[in-house]
């Protein structure tokens, strides 16, 4: 009888260092994931990790796996989810300081419009105004020239400047964002005109000179060491398009 309970005990004593190869691929799928503090890419990474550290830990004690594999299958929990919650936190804020960004240069473009003051129009539409003796100042082939026969024939600036009411701007949300194809960030606001009767609603395009995750991801700059310089985001307009009236 002895030794039949040292048998069983020496049986339970190695049923119960089985090991998970599936806690180790959950764990190294974690160390991945935790770069989705950069590169929300890994973020379905992440989660993929938290799901299986947690089959690991339902399955623990029916497949009598080792106290190693369940603390790696916990270690893949808390990676994949810390990593992926702080990613998804951090790419949130800077989201937000973007929009507010993208707002204050979109606002002060339709009040400069409705004002007619062309230098700051082109300096936001990205132009470096040239001097005023400068020939290339009313050559029609210089990019200010072309920037400002885009924006003086456009529509929507000559609607917004005929105006007889001084315009009276209100934010109405972000409808969209994008990578646009010069390798900036472009942000779709909405914004509504309350100073006219029936008031007309504008899709303003507001561009970062960046990647969205700031300039060390532009494709130029990877592997270089970046100066406070090269730091700088510079935020400019792409169009302006009439949105429907609400």
């Not at 998804?88 to 993208?102: G, H, I, K, M």
């Not at 390798?183 to 606001?189: N, S, T």
Request: aromatic letters at 8%; a neutral charge.
């Amino acid at each position: 009888m002895t030794e039949t309970l040292l048998g069983s005990e020496t049986d339970e004593i190695v049923d119960a260092k089985n090991f998970s190869g599936l806690s180790l691929v959950g764990l190294l799928l974690a160390i991945v994931g935790s770069f989705s503090l950069a590169y929300v890419q890994m973020l379905p990474i992440a989660i993929l990790a938290v799901v299986i550290g947690a089959v690991v830990l339902l399955l623990a004690k029916r497949k009598e796996l080792s106290g190693f594999s369940q603390f790696l299958g916990m270690l893949a929990i808390f990676l994949g989810a810390g990593s992926s919650a702080l990613g998804v936190f951090s790419r949130s804020l800077a989201t937000q300081y973007d929009v507010e960004q993208a707002k204050a240069v979109s606002a002060k473009y339709l009040e400069n419009v409705a004002k007619w003051d062309e230098d700051v129009l082109l300096l936001l539409n990205g132009v470096t105004l040239e001097k005023a003796d400068s020939p290339k100042k009313t050559s029609p082939e210089s990019a200010e020239g072309k920037v400002r026969s885009k924006i003086e024939n456009d529509p929507i600036h000559t609607e917004i400047r005929s105006r007889k009411t001084t315009p009276r701007w209100v934010y109405a949300g972000l409808d969209g964002e994008f990578p646009s194809e010069s390798g900036g960030y472009v942000y779709k606001l909405r914004f509504i005109d309350q100073a006219q009767t029936n008031p007309p609603s504008y899709w303003v395009y507001a561009r970062k000179n960046c990647p969205k995750g700031g300039p060390a991801q532009a494709p130029q700059n990877k592997g270089r060491t970046l100066g406070p310089n090269d730091l700088v985001v510079h935020w400019y307009i792409d169009s302006i398009e009439s949105a429907q009236k609400l």
